[in-house]
């Protein structure tokens, strides 16, 4: 079973950044595709940004981000703390959600279309 726990969400301004991490065990980590996501009420839960491996590479990742957030949100993993990260700067009201993590089940994937293990999520608010 693979497990998944986001920290980091906050009320924050608009204008404003804010940086929050996913816990993935090291295993998961090395071998699967991870991404950060959102859901706001009444929406339907979207991608928003992937670590993959590059065309099923071992060696390299690869990085993709959803049209809204490219040139402001910025995806990182962090292998010796065990950490997918997402630094958001010029947050937007329209960021407003519950941010999940996932990982995908296919190993050393190139994307996060396949997400199977998901974490509980943590509340992104931006006030206007």
């Known amino acids: 079973e693979v497990h998944l726990v986001e920290s980091g969400g906050d009320l924050v301004q608009t204008g404003g950044s804010l940086r929050i991490s996913c816990a993935v065990d090291a295993l998961t980590l090395s071998v699967q595709p991870t991404g950060w996501f959102r859901q706001a009420p009444g929406k339907e839960r979207e991608v928003l940004a992937c670590?993959?491996?590059?065309?099923?590479?071992?060696?390299?990742?690869?990085?993709s981000y959803t049209d809204s957030v490219k040139g402001r949100f910025t995806i990182s993993r962090d292998n010796v703390n065990h950490t997918v990260n997402l630094q958001m700067n010029d947050l937007k009201p329209e960021d407003s959600a519950v941010y999940y993590c996932g990982a995908a089940a296919r190993l050393f994937g190139d994307s996060c279309d396949e997400i199977k293990f998901w974490g509980r999520g943590t509340q992104v608010t931006v006030s206007s």
């Open positions: 670590c993959g491996f590059n065309r099923g590479s071992v060696l390299a990742d690869s990085t």
